[in-house]
């Protein structure tokens, strides 16, 4: 067996899974897979961005998946006004000492929820993002690492609403996966009235800081056949050879569709990775790294739908034994 995971630590990451979708769904209702899809993000070392229009359960969702995890936790309201010390931090005049001390900004934390993350400007935006691509920060001068684990769960309203600001496309693959929150079908919604009024049993933490650090190492365990290696990047080749796309996905973006694809394979009890797990990931990694021409962006075409297309017509080769 190429894989060094045994059969008790897959079975140990299977209860953790499970026990966190359950908790996640006191809260949330909703599919688990966009649950499942934030923790491949915290088991691969990703951030997470979420979209959807307001009031689709974003805010609840992210809030509770971080009480799951029993680690440092900040939430970040992204207000117009917010500057980028307030992400970061600053040096402030300690009268005792005369000195100036740092005082550290919500990014030092393991758990950060960014809310409506497109509502600060850009320069306030680029200061997480930039935290997030390097696991440190510089300020004035002085670097410091982040926490670890450090996941970023970040929302926002589609760009197009007033009063936001888009965030920096080329920064936008900081984050290893984008959701896309629709509203709820009718049975959840439905649910979610008759149950409105019952306040819902206390989201449970499930696993600390250790045990995630642990979760993430397995992750680089799950083997990968060289076939799906092969697949990964005929799906990435497709996007930049494609006529209405402006820019494809980046050697970044293969990087970040492998290590999804193992966090995921782990996820579901597996130490091996399948091709249903790059086809379930590909639209959530890939589509928000892809930039379509100006005319195709006129025609609504999205990267969404490159992804689509990649999906139908790369096949995979199945393996000759
Ligand atoms: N699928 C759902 N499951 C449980 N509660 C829901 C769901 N959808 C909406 N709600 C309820 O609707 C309200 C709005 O949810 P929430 O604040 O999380 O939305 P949001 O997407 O963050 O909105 P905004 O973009 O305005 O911040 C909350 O009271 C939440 O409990
Ligand atoms: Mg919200």
Redesign the pocket.
């Known amino acids: 067996m190429p894989s060094t995971i045994t059969p008790e630590q897959l079975a140990s990451v299977g209860t953790i899974g499970r026990t966190i979708l359950d908790e996640v769904g006191k809260?949330?209702?909703?599919p688990p897979t966009v649950t499942e899809a934030i923790l491949t993000a915290l088991v691969a070392r990703g951030h997470v961005l979420i979209e959807?229009?307001?009031?689709?359960?974003?805010?609840?969702?992210v809030k509770a998946f971080a009480q799951t995890l029993s680690m440092n936790f900040r939430r970040v309201q992204f207000t117009p006004d917010l500057l980028p010390s307030d992400i970061t931090g600053t040096y402030i005049l300690d009268m005792r000492t005369n000195t100036f001390v740092l005082r550290e900004g919500p990014v030092f934390t393991n758990v950060l929820l960014g809310?409506?993350i497109n509502r600060a400007p850009a320069k306030t935006q680029s200061a997480l993002l930039e935290a997030m691509q390097e696991q440190q920060v510089t300020i004035e001068g002085e670097t410091k690492a982040l926490g670890s684990p450090f996941i970023v769960l970040a929302?926002q309203?589609p760009i197009e609403q007033e009063g936001t600001y888009p965030l920096p496309e080329a920064q936008v693959d900081r984050f290893l996966i984008k959701l896309r929150?629709t509203y709820?079908d009718l049975a959840?919604e439905k649910r979610?009235l008759q149950t409105?009024d019952k306040p819902p049993p206390p989201v449970r933490a499930v696993v600390g800081p250790g045990e995630v650090l642990k979760l993430q190492a397995l992750a680089q365990e799950v083997f990968v056949a060289e076939e799906l290696l092969d697949y990964v990047l005929a799906l990435t080749q497709f996007t930049r050879s494609h006529g209405r796309v402006y820019l494809g996905a980046s050697p970044r973006a293969t990087l970040a569709l492998l290590h999804a694809c193992k966090a995921l394979a782990l996820l579901r009890g597996r130490d091996y990775a399948l091709p249903d797990d790059i086809r379930q990931l590909a639209p959530l990694v890939l589509a928000h790294r892809i930039l379509m021409t100006p005319d195709a962006e006129l025609e609504g075409g999205t990267g969404a739908a490159v992804v689509t297309e990649a999906l139908a017509k790369v096949g995979y080769k199945t393996p000759r034994r």
Request: aromatic fraction near 8%.
């Open positions: 809260a949330f209702i909703g959807g229009n307001p009031g689709v359960a974003k805010t609840t969702l809310d409506e929302t309203n929150m709820p959840d979610m409105y």
